[in-house]
């Protein structure tokens, strides 16, 4: 598994459940006997509307700190990386010249 997808599912995995009841249908419904009471319905399904706009706000911005979060975390272990890159890369350098010189000076104590 990537290292990166762990604290992203981690920020996530949480929410899936609002996400999911936030996304279902959970506004007041037309009925038959509507029509006397049509203003105030309306009015009704208008609140409910804003309060799940409102709620959905709130998870959106919520969920914009945890990526914000994990992002951070992401960046942090890149640069980790890089650094350990770089240090094995300086290694692996230092250990080629020092086999290059020490061919080199083999091929000269042979063949003197």
């Known amino acids: 598994m990537p290292a990166w997808l762990y604290p992203a599912l981690k920020a996530v995995l949480p929410h899936v459940g609002t996400i999911l009841s936030a996304a279902a249908p959970v506004f007041t419904k037309k009925s038959a006997d509507a029509a006397p009471n049509q203003p105030?319905?309306?009015q009704q399904q208008v609140?409910?509307?804003q309060a799940a706009v409102a709620k959905?706000?709130?998870?959106?911005?919520?969920?914009?700190?945890q990526m914000r979060t994990t992002l951070e975390a992401l960046e942090q272990g890149a640069a980790l990386a890089e650094r350990r890159y770089q240090r094995l890369l300086t290694m692996c350098l230092t250990s080629s010249v020092v086999a290059a010189v020490s061919l080199g000076l083999v091929l000269v104590l042979l063949l003197r």
Do not use: V, W
């Open 56 to 65: 959905n706000d709130t998870h959106i911005k919520d969920l914009a700190m």
């Open 40 to 42: 105030s319905m309306l």
């Open 47 to 49: 609140t409910e509307l």
